[in-house]
Antibody
């Protein structure tokens, strides 16, 4: 079955760029949206944005100015970049497939800005 | 944005007893074109990502025990665990899949 594996830097300084990657194995995400979601104690689960198989993206308006989600040419990896991070971006970041509910999820990456 | 509000924030239930979690959306999640409610429930255990339990408000995901059930329509939904097991201790979230920006409830912690 489809599995998602994510990786990236976990400790950042304020004003750095957050960069995470999520890889897909065991199938295709055609017909789904491939999403990033984050979870923090203060804001709970927060949708960041998503990309579809054609490369079309949607972003949470609250983060849109700082976020880029891109799909690689093989369509087996997506990346997340968040510019100018602050302590408020400290969270566990997840990738997940949406179609229209979220399943499966990646294992999560703790990102700390300090 | 559609606001999702869960109640209670936490509840303690004895093993074998029923647990009931409520979720209210700020607008209807019912889609007339297919007669479905765009509402999902997730279970999250410590250190793990959320796991899909219920979709279309009442359809159990693959492998989910039948002690979990979902009900409701429009703006009011309920997740019921009919007979709480020790492995059901977790935080439960509802999520609206009706329109982006996709939003989640704040979570309900279920303890024994």
């Amino acid at each position: 079955q489809v599995q998602l594996q994510q990786w990236g830097a976990g400790l950042l300084k304020p004003s750095d760029t957050l960069s995470l990657t999520c890889g897909l194995s065991g199938g295709s995400f055609r017909g789904y949206y491939w999403s990033w979601i984050r979870q923090s104690p203060g804001k709970g689960l927060e949708w960041i944005g998503e990309v579809n198989h054609s490369g079309s993206t949607n972003y949470n308006p609250s983060l849109k100015s700082r976020v880029t989600i891109s799909l690689d040419a093989s369509k087996t990896q997506i990346s997340l970049k968040v510019n100018s991070v602050t302590a408020a971006d400290t969270a566990v970041y997840y990738c997940a497939l949406r179609g229209p509910w979220y399943d499966p999820w990646g294992q999560g990456t703790q990102v700390t800005v300090s | 944005d559609i606001v999702m509000t869960q109640s209670p924030d936490s509840l303690a239930v004895s093993l074998g007893e029923r647990a009931t979690i409520n979720c209210k959306s700020s607008q209807s999640l019912f889609y007339n074109s297919n007669n479905e409610n765009y509402l999902a429930w997730y279970q999250q255990k410590p250190g793990q990502p959320p796991k899909l339990l219920i979709y279309w408000a009442s359809t159990r995901a693959s492998g989910v025990p039948d002690r979990f059930s979902g009900s409701g329509s429009g703006t009011d939904f309920t997740l019921t665990i009919s007979s709480l097991q020790a492995e059901d201790v977790a935080v439960y979230y509802c999520q609206q899949c009706y329109s982006g920006t996709w939003t989640f409830g704040q979570g309900t912690k279920v303890e024994v």
